[in-house]
């Protein structure tokens, strides 16, 4: 190993960022260099909260100066365009090359849209800061626009929203989306009744051969009791998307039908990185699967490049399957930080083992579901705040952790958000006895403690184990000549 080389790692995702917090946390003596063509990460589970304005965009997409604030760990915003395996050498879009010693791949994947004509075009993606800025400027445009127009035709497409893809995204977003327009609508003096929420879907369920596949019925009753139900298209192919519609056909049908929509969000399928597709010429055929992602050992190494690491969505673990889940990408990065220290002392490196410790997902403004180790499902708002707690828990640093967990506790005391109701939730009632309100009062309080305990609980089940945990990156101290 040629100890003048640094240590690479190519995309500052979950895995990429934490690999190298890991390795400073070990006090890793060689240089680390990471390299992302963005200046900010994307803690992508929470992009929904930035979207609704629930979080701020400092909070969900902080900056990589600021996360390395404190660290020596070199960033450069670049971009990779090239890999030579085998002269161990790194091409920048700057024009730079780069020889490494080691090298950690933790690109991910890209947005893929199965060949479906105008889709990249005319969809909206859901997987950057972009993309939640440039949703969100949409969304509002077609209420402010709808609100203004008196042409039926004209406002029921701009009223009318489609998700495609019913796997953990698409649901996440139907569900936040049924909650969100209506309160924006009602803002805007619109009748909120006028919106729809389409979630279309290719399988005849939701959610079908996902790790949250044991969820579907909490997110149907999620679907059925938002401010606006969330219709469902399922067992169709999206055959086009244009600006102002979409045109799908039903399975073992010839009929195409059209949906009129202005605003088509797409959450279906993933398409290797053109960064990883670029290597298939360096590997060998059978150390590809069958999506073109590159196999790697238990480990997480190339078969064929043992000083390559790569994981997270742009790698196969041999003889293990594994979620993309941000949970499963932060224990890869500390299992990769092992292994390049054990490298570096002539010691074997070690098989990652990941530990799923449940699922969480958002279904509406104020509303998820936890599941826990796959043995206790917590719905409604309880599993919305273990939802939270948990994510701000795995904030890369804990000077982040702090500021995002305020903000969010400030959110959830003053209720900036609240679902608006329909006429016929906001009927007069009849007032309370005495009795009846001293009884209320009492159901009140228990429903108060008993979740609070049970929170406590939980969140300690989830939390991350301290094994896995480390302090505010420092620099290594220098080292002092012999006199």
């Excluded at 594994?322 to 990408?329: D, I, R």
């Excluded at 206790?376 to 599993?383: F, M, T, Y």
Aim: charged share 20%; with cysteine.
């Amino acid at each position: 190993m040629n100890s003048s080389r640094p240590t690479f790692i190519v995309g500052a995702g979950f895995t990429g960022l934490f690999t190298a917090l890991h390795l400073r946390h070990r006090h890793d003596p060689r240089s680390i260099t990471l390299i992302d063509p963005q200046e900010r990460f994307v803690f992508k589970p929470m992009l929904y909260e930035l979207l609704t304005g629930e979080l701020s965009e400092d909070t969900v997409c902080p900056t990589y100066k600021e996360l390395l604030q404190g660290s020596d760990i070199h960033f450069v915003q670049d971009k990779v365009t090239a890999i030579d395996l085998r002269q161990k050498q790194l091409t920048l879009a700057s024009g730079s090359d780069c020889a490494y010693a080691h090298l950690v791949l933790t690109v991910g994947s890209v947005q893929g849209y199965l060949g479906t004509e105008g889709a990249q075009k005319n969809a909206f993606a859901f997987r950057t800061r972009e993309n939640a800025i440039a949703l969100e400027r949409q969304l509002r445009d077609c209420l402010q626009r709808a609100s203004q127009i008196k042409d039926q035709q004209q406002r029921r497409s701009l009223l009318t929203f489609a998700i495609v893809g019913a796997g953990p995204t698409g649901v996440e977003m139907a569900a936040t989306l049924a909650d969100l327009l209506p309160y924006w609508y009602a803002r805007l003096g619109g009748d909120m009744r006028e919106i729809r929420i389409v979630l279309i879907n290719h399988g005849k369920t939701i959610l079908a051969g996902d790790v949250n596949a044991g969820l579907q019925e909490e997110a149907l009753h999620a679907f059925r009791t938002r401010t606006v139900p969330v219709e469902l298209i399922l067992g169709v192919g999206v055959k086009s998307v244009d600006a102002n519609h979409l045109e799908y056909q039903p399975a073992n049908s010839t009929e195409i039908k059209t949906l009129l929509t202005q605003t088509t969000i797409w959450t279906a399928g993933t398409a290797v990185n053109p960064l990883i597709q670029s290597l298939k010429f360096q590997i060998p055929a059978d150390h590809i699967d069958k999506h073109g992602l590159p196999i790697v050992t238990p480990t997480l190494q190339l078969l064929d490049f043992p000083e390559v690491f790569a994981a997270g969505d742009c790698a196969d673990v041999q003889s293990k399957q594994l979620p993309a889940l941000a949970q499963v990408a932060y224990q890869e990065g500390a299992s990769i930080a092992h292994n390049l220290i054990a490298l570096a002392k002539g010691a074997s490196p070690r098989p990652a083992h990941v530990g799923l410790r449940g699922t969480l997902m958002k279904l509406g403004l104020g509303n998820g579901v936890a599941n826990l180790f796959d043995k206790v499902q917590v719905a409604g708002k309880p599993g919305d705040l273990i939802r939270s707690a948990t994510y701000l828990e795995m904030l890369p640093t804990p000077l982040h952790d702090f500021r995002a967990t305020a903000e969010w506790l400030k959110e959830e005391t003053f209720h900036h958000y609240h679902r608006p109701k329909l006429e016929s939730e906001t009927a007069v009632k009849q007032p309370l006895s005495l009795a009846e309100q001293r009884d209320r009062s009492l159901v009140k309080a228990l429903a108060i403690l008993a979740p609070i305990a049970f929170l406590i609980a939980a969140y300690f089940g989830l939390r991350t184990p301290p094994s896995e945990q480390f302090k505010q990156p420092r620099p290594n101290p220098p080292t002092q000549s012999t006199p």
